[in-house]
């Protein structure tokens, strides 16, 4: 079992934990929305600044980082040969680079996609989503 901390605010994190939990068809991943009510009480092992930064997880008493936890989770879920490059010796270090540059600025990335692929993008400030091709507000649950 693998629990992961992502951001939920995020539309391009939780399309991508959305499609790796479509694979879990053994339940092996728990998604944890690291802004859901009392997620310093339930999960106060887990700095929230630090992992809005990098990604992180929980994995047989351990802390995985970045695409440490997207190279688990995948492989968990029986498609780690789509993220095997990702520890290979140079594209490891490339990528963690890109991973980390993409992690910076995933909310302008999720905006750029949405508009260019035409999906719904949310935009989230405190508590409150904007769904910008309709132009209504509603609380997030």
């Known amino acids: 079992m693998i629990t992961i901390f992502y951001d939920g605010n995020c539309p391009m ?13 053994d339940n092996q991943i728990n998604l944890v929305d690291l802004h859901q009510e009392n997620f310093k009480t339930l999960y106060p092992a887990v700095n929230v600044d630090d992992a809005m930064k990098i990604l992180h997880a929980f994995y047989n008493g351990r802390v995985l980082l970045g695409l440490e936890v997207t190279h688990r989770a995948w492989t968990i879920v029986g498609k780690g040969f789509w993220v095997a490059p990702l520890n290979w010796p140079v594209i490891k270090t490339v990528s963690h680079w890109v991973y980390l540059g993409l992690a910076i600025y995933r909310h302008q990335l999720s905006a750029l996609l949405a508009k260019i692929f035409g999906l719904p993008n949310n935009q989230c400030i405190s508590g409150t989503c ?4 309709t132009n209504t507000d509603h609380r997030r649950k």
């Open 13 to 25: 994190c939780t399309a991508e934990m959305n499609h790796l939990k479509g694979y879990d068809v």
């Open 130 to 133: 904007y769904d910008n091709p």
